[in-house]
């Protein structure tokens, strides 16, 4: 896998002396190389374009606007930082990620020297970054994103600090060898180097942008799983590290969080059998339970996400008549409408979580799928924004979510677990937290999933 101060030892030594001979292109020819317009090159410090190591150019193809925040990922020195200033104007932001602190100081010390005050430059690695939930409206790239082993986690970073009409252009080294079929991932190839070279000589390969490269195939694929629509690869440049790896250059477009919920879940239930998949319940009896515990036959109760779950169907032999159901997946609505046989029929409503909106207040909020799927801060916060708007005073709500050390995603989609402290972090001012429980759920599949359950009530 790639090595971080292998990376750090290279791009320091970059920083340090940009006329040295690393074996790739770079400066003010290879800017121009790459379609770099004129009047960048004019409207930039001279000496900023000897640090140029451009892959491509992202900005070929890039819609951005004055006024937008644009984040560059892998910044360096700050060539692209500085040109992406230019777009944004002085009413725009700018925000340059880098690992290397040598790149950090050195863009910081460009920035000064263009006089570009609306820029800002983060040490850090691509993972983890220190900016907002959707607040940037482009990210751009240059031949870094290959430099990181788990490129799944730097997509899914890239997903969450974009805003939901969110661009991303990139451009970056793709293996173009023959696929035999030995080497088909990143660490996979990185094995395959091992087999004939020292450890040495790999880590020279991450750092050179050859054993991290991934087929135009694969990294579009994993670009999609993390949530983007329009993904493609634009061209390709006159870039080369190795016989085997050649620059191009790709867009992409977040598909808002909301769309993608809609589109993932109306997928599992028209081609799984909902009867097998891993959170079905043959019998629903612990929610059952706690809904009996916390309202009477009469109240208003709302099982959000709800699936095909069979919980719909144990109300109403319980004699509850005022349920409402509501999900993202019209296809799992239609399913339980098929299938119910009551005289009582519930309210259905296909509405995304986070944009439901009613008029109607309800005793009893339940939610045994949803929570756990919210990853962003931004995306709770309105999570229990809704709820509050849902139910009366003194109303409940009961949720369950995968507990810590168990699952990490479900469905194939990643998921965050709760315990009872970390409950209490997200909980606003007018839940109070009145129960908390543990519990093993056995799947279909006869397996263990750890769950936690709370129980909260609207102060």
Known sequence: ??????????????????????????????AKAHGYKQAWIDALPTEVWEYCAAVGNPFQNANIKEGDTVLDLGCGAGVDVLVSRLHVGVSGNVVGVDITPKMVEKAREHAKLARFDNVQILESGFDDIAIEDESVDV???????????????????????????GKLYFAD?????????ACCSVEKSACCIKDNNTDKDVEEDWANCVAGTLRQNELIEIIEKAGFADVACTGFTHYTTSETTQ????????????????????????????????????????????????TKKEDAIIDVGCGASLLIDALLNEGYQDITLLDTSHTCLDIVKERLTSTVTPSYICSDILTFETHKLYTLWHDRAVFHFLLTKKERERYFKVLEESLVDGGFAIISTFAPHGELSCAGLETRAYDKERMLTELPETLQLVAYDKFTHITPKNTAQAYSVFVMKKC
Not at 173 to 181: H, K, L, P, T, Y
């Open 1 to 30: 896998m790639a090595d971080n101060q292998q990376i750090i030892n290279l791009y320091t030594e970059l920083a340090q002396n940009p006329n040295k001979d690393f074996g790739w292109e770079k400066g003010l020819e290879n």
């Open 139 to 165: 990210v751009i790239s240059n031949g870094a994103i290959n430099l990181t082993s788990c490129k799944e986690s730097v997509f899914s970073e890239i997903y969450r600090v974009l805003k939901p009409d």
């Open 173 to 181: 080294m793709i293996d173009i060898s023959i696929d035999d079929g």
């Open 247 to 294: 620059g191009a250059t790709f867009h992409a477009s977040k598909i808002p969080a909301t769309q993608r919920r809609e589109k993932h879940w109306d997928s599992i239930f028209k081609t799984k059998d909902y009867t097998q998949v891993f959170w079905h319940q043959s019998s629903p009896s612990r929610s059952l339970n706690l809904i009996q515990t916390y």
